[in-house]
């Protein structure tokens, strides 16, 4: 039987990202009429200084589906958490990475 020292408990993970940074988002969802405005909308709510001119957009190769990426400005892993989350959550969305 082993017992660990109090000072053995593993601490919190550090981030490995320094905030505040400039963090890429990707998101995929059907093409359709819309789907860039939702997501920029979202970003938007969660980076007020989101510069639009920073929006990446790529095809799928049959043209069914449009890839996303917006660049944030992220300031903390929560502020990261609710926008990962909010965008998954979007009906318009299939993946977020």
Same mark, same amino acid.
């Given at each position: 039987?082993?017992?660990?020292?109090?000072?053995?408990?593993?601490?919190?993970?550090?981030?490995?990202?320094?905030?505040?940074?400039?963090?890429?988002?990707?998101?995929?969802?059907?093409?359709?009429?819309?789907?860039?405005?939702?997501?920029?909308?979202?970003?938007?709510?969660?980076?007020?200084?989101?510069?639009?001119?920073?929006?990446?957009? %790529?095809?799928?190769?049959?043209?069914?589906?449009?890839?996303?990426?917006?660049?944030?400005?992220?300031?903390? %892993?929560?502020?990261?958490?609710?926008?990962? %989350?909010?965008?998954?959550?979007?009906?318009?969305?299939?993946?977020?990475?």
């Amino acid at each position: 039987m082993s017992h660990l020292p109090p000072s053995s408990v593993a601490p919190q993970a550090e981030s490995l990202i320094t905030y505040p940074s400039l963090f890429p988002i990707k998101v995929m969802g059907l093409k359709v009429d819309g789907l860039v405005q939702a997501i920029t909308h979202i970003a938007l709510q969660f980076d007020p200084q989101f510069d639009l001119t920073t929006i990446e957009l %790529r095809e799928s190769q049959g043209g069914k589906y449009l890839g996303v990426t917006i660049t944030i400005t992220a300031t903390s %892993r929560e502020q990261l958490d609710e926008v990962y %989350r909010t965008l998954s959550t979007h009906p318009m969305v299939k993946v977020v990475l």
